[in-house]
């Protein structure tokens, strides 16, 4: 896990509206992890955002592959 050390009054921030019982949630698996909820969703946006990355790499790669095998998009 890396770590971002930061001054909490220079950041960015962002408001976020959390359906009913989310924040709730967000709270336990927090406590459960010994962190701050704030922290707990910053590690699951760039969890998110590292795999969406990680599956593009992947696609893009794959594309290539095929492509250097002489398999289309189409027949793929």
Do not use: C
Not at 45 to 71: F, M, P
């Amino acid at each position: 896990m890396t770590t971002f050390n930061h001054n909490s009054r220079d950041a960015d921030k962002f408001v976020i509206r959390l359906p009913d019982g989310m924040r709730d949630q967000v709270a336990i698996a927090a406590e459960a992890d010994d962190r701050s909820m704030n922290s707990l969703m910053i590690t699951a946006l760039r969890e998110y955002l590292d795999g969406r990355a990680r599956k593009n790499a992947l696609l893009d790669a794959l594309t290539l592959a095929a492509e250097s095998k002489g398999v289309t998009h189409d027949a793929a």
